[in-house]
């Protein structure tokens, strides 16, 4: 009876060491070929900069998926059962990508709305609606300036909630002083959002994930950390971009303390078929899906961070 009851106990903590498998990702411009009259999206039609066409839309449409369904190697064999996304143009992108890849088969879920960026180019967030439940959903517009949104989304696990906020802040192509003052009202606005979910729920499990543009000692991510009382869980990440021979982490999951105490290690997913040799330099970097105006036929220049949510601390 006692050698029954430790297997018994044994399966329980087998099925529950990962409840839960995140994953986020900057697609690096996951566009359609069709003009969007009212985006600029021009370098991304056939007659533009990068003679982009429905094929090469294709084929980063399905290594896109090819990424998702292999991350499963670092969960165990499990697909993520939440995946943020950065970059993405529309919902009919979005849709091509669970409709007309493998992907279909896991019947993920899609929550996406079109945002004021000026190119076009949103949030999203899939989940599998076996694993998770969308019980809400908003999207926080930073009213200073045109900028992609911040996805909200209150999910329910097997006995627990999340709240999860997806973000894209402004990159540094504006200048370090203009950009940094984008980021610090992206930055004041998911802050504003926290504080009023706090006020019902002081406890609430937070993750804010996604492409940040900046790395984690940078001062909007350190002045969020401490306002917010997120623990960084990337910091030790050694890279999610390279530029000019370095890795950078602006890739970042940011985490509440009663959240952090159910994620385990964040890491860079970084296969090979995601990667080719850094020819300016030493070592290899992420395979972009186009170098200039040259087609280069990689994914991304972004790598995904992926984690897993401990079941066991979730009912314990």
């Known amino acids: ?18 409840d839960a498998q995140i994953f986020c990702w900057n697609l690096e411009n996951y566009f359609d070929a069709a003009d969007d009259p009212l985006a600029a999206d021009e ?18 449409r399905n290594l896109i998926a090819k990424t998702i369904i292999a991350s499963a190697e670092c969960f165990e064999g499990d697909l993520p059962a939440v995946v943020g996304l950065c970059e993405v143009e529309n919902g009919a992108v979005l849709h091509s990508l669970l409709e007309d890849t493998p992907l279909a088969k896991f019947r993920y879920r899609s929550v996406h709305r079109e945002s ?15 694993r998770v439940k969308l019980l809400s ?3 926080i517009t930073i009213k200073e300036f045109a900028t992609r949104e911040i996805l909200y989304a209150k999910v329910a696990l097997s006995c627990d909630t999340l709240h999860i906020y997806v973000n894209h802040w402004p990159s540094k192509y504006s200048g370090a002083k203009v950009s940094e003052a984008k980021r610090q009202a992206v930055s004041d606005a998911l802050l504003a959002h926290l504080d009023s979910l706090r006020a019902v729920e002081p406890d609430a499990k937070v993750i804010a994930m ?8 940078a001062a909007p991510i350190v002045r969020l950390c401490e306002r917010a009382g997120f623990d960084n869980l990337s910091k030790n990440i050694s890279g999610t971009i390279r530029f000019k021979g370095k890795w950078e982490t602006i890739d970042l999951l940011l985490a509440s303390p009663a959240a952090a105490a159910i994620i385990g290690t964040v890491e ?3 296969p090979d078929f995601l990667l080719e040799e850094d020819k300016a330099f030493l070592g290899r970097k992420p395979r972009r899906t186009n170098v200039g105006p040259r087609y280069n036929g990689g994914a991304s220049d972004h790598l995904p961070i992926v984690a897993n ?8």
């Open 116 to 130: 004021p960026d000026p190119r076009g180019i949103d949030v999203a967030l899939l989940y599998d609606p076996e």
């Open 309 to 316: 949510l401990s079941a066991w601390h979730l009912h314990h």
């Open 137 to 139: 959903s908003d999207f």
């Open 43 to 60: 370098a991304f039609t056939p007659g533009g900069e990068h003679h982009w066409t429905r094929r090469k839309f294709e084929a980063k």
């Open 210 to 217: 996604g492409d940040f543009n900046d790395t984690p000692d």
């Open 268 to 270: 860079a997913y970084k």
């Open 1 to 18: 009876m006692r050698r029954i009851c430790v297997a018994v106990i044994l399966a329980f903590l087998a099925v529950s060491v990962a």
